[in-house]
T-cell receptor
Framework: DVKVTQSSRYLVKRTGEKVFLECVQDMDHENMFWYRQDPGLGLRLIYFSYDVKMKEKGDIPEGYSVSREKKERFSLILESASTNQTSMYLC??????????????FGQGTRLTVV | EDKVVQSPLSLVVHEGDTVTLNCSYEVTNFRSLLWYKQEKKAPTFLFMLTSSGIEKKSGRLSSILDKKELSSILNITATQTGDSAIYLCAVSNNNNDMRFGAGTRLTVKP
């Protein structure tokens, strides 16, 4: 079974702190994604990566950065946490096989509260 | 700008009813459309659609893609309380990204 693991289920941080959210997948997937999910807004793409050291901005990259130094790990960084970044963060991974897409597999989510 | 729109945003039905959830998209270099079900945790995969007009079916759930209309529907027949969830539609493109709609929150009452 594909496993996508996020390092924390719940996190409380103070305004201005630098926050690291880690995501690890064990299926050698090329693509990895970070989303945030807020009520009524669905999953909004923050960043995605299609290969090691490659990253692309999603719809809401402001205030975030990412790092993909190894294929299995994709980190989301909040440079200076703010209260409007309080949200559920979901990591996902997928690959494109020779017949096309596969579905994305999700981690369990990290509920981040910034106080 | 790529966009995925789901409707309705919220739906309340009674057990046994049939529901149809809609997803429309505007995506450059469309590759596939995916449906997910999300209860209290991470989304779980339901269907992936790449070809127009071919219905995918799993038990009481079915889905079809219309590339001409840039839309997809998800049907659930004989709904049960366990179908209560948020249903998410996502679209992937040839740039490897994947964008989601806002979701439809389905509540099935006994």
């Amino acid at each position: 079974d594909v496993k996508v693991t996020q390092s924390s289920r719940y996190l409380v941080k103070r305004t201005g702190e630098k926050v690291f959210l880690e995501c690890v997948q064990d299926m050698d997937h090329e693509n990895m994604f970070w989303y945030r999910q807020d009520p009524g807004l669905g999953l909004r793409l923050i960043y995605f990566s299609y290969d090691v050291k490659m990253k692309e901005k999603g719809d809401i990259p402001e205030g975030y950065s990412v790092s993909r130094e190894k294929k299995e790990r994709f980190s989301l960084i909040l440079e200076s946490a703010s209260t409007n970044q309080t949200s559920m963060y979901l990591c996902a991974s997928s690959f494109v096989g020779w017949t096309g897409d596969t579905e994305a597999f999700f981690g369990q989510g990290t509920r981040l509260t910034v106080v | 700008e790529d966009k995925v729109v789901q409707s309705p945003l919220s739906l309340v039905v009674h057990e046994g009813d049939t529901v149809t959830l809609n997803c429309s998209y505007e995506v450059t270099n469309f590759r596939s459309l995916l449906w997910y079900k999300q209860e209290k945790k991470a989304p779980t995969f339901l269907f992936m659609l790449t070809s127009s007009g071919i219905e995918k079916k799993s038990g009481r759930l079915s889905s079809i893609l219309d590339k001409k209309e840039l839309s997809s529907i998800l049907n659930i027949t004989a709904t049960q309380t366990g179908d209560s969830a948020i249903y998410l539609c996502a679209v992937s493109n040839n740039n490897n990204d994947m964008r989601f709609g806002a979701g439809t929150r389905l509540t099935v009452k006994p």
